[in-house]
């Protein structure tokens, strides 16, 4: 169920991306849930295989949902947004001194973000704690 449940949601997340104005267009025309059921049903399914029922399952698949559509929300802003300067990254490199003392972790800010990999580890920890 882990990785049909990931599937789903990188499916779901594929989709959107690939027509980033979807979300927008669906909801001005209040088709929002119309559009979403079909993926909905078919978390319902996976999380229901798992052995999740009720408000959990729904709780399940709602999270694996809102977690699919903000990040793709996060990304599609973040993609459109005016250049910044200084970066994130820029900063981090800018006062090693102010950094943690995991120097890996600073390290690791002062890369640009990788969100296919965030978004792998992000789901991933998300699905493993809503189906254990």
Do not use: K
């Not at 408000?55 to 929300?73: E, S």
């Not at 200084?86 to 800010?109: I, M, N, R, Y």
């Amino acid at each position: 169920p882990v990785a049909r449940v990931l599937s789903l949601a990188s499916g779901l997340r594929r989709v959107l991306r690939a027509h980033p104005h979807l979300i927008g267009l669906v909801n001005e025309r209040g088709l929002t849930p119309a559009m979403f059921l079909p993926s909905q049903r078919a978390l319902a399914a996976e999380v229901a295989a798992a052995g999740l029922r009720g408000t959990r399952a729904a709780d399940a698949v709602r999270a694996v949902q809102y977690h699919v559509i903000g990040f793709v929300l996060v990304e599609r802003h973040t993609d459109r947004s005016p250049e910044q300067r200084p970066s994130a990254e820029e900063l981090w490199l800018a006062e090693p001194a102010a950094s943690p003392a995991d120097v890996a972790l600073a390290g690791a800010f002062a890369e640009p973000v990788d969100s296919d990999r965030l978004f792998a580890v992000s789901t991933g920890a998300l699905v493993r704690s809503l189906l254990a």
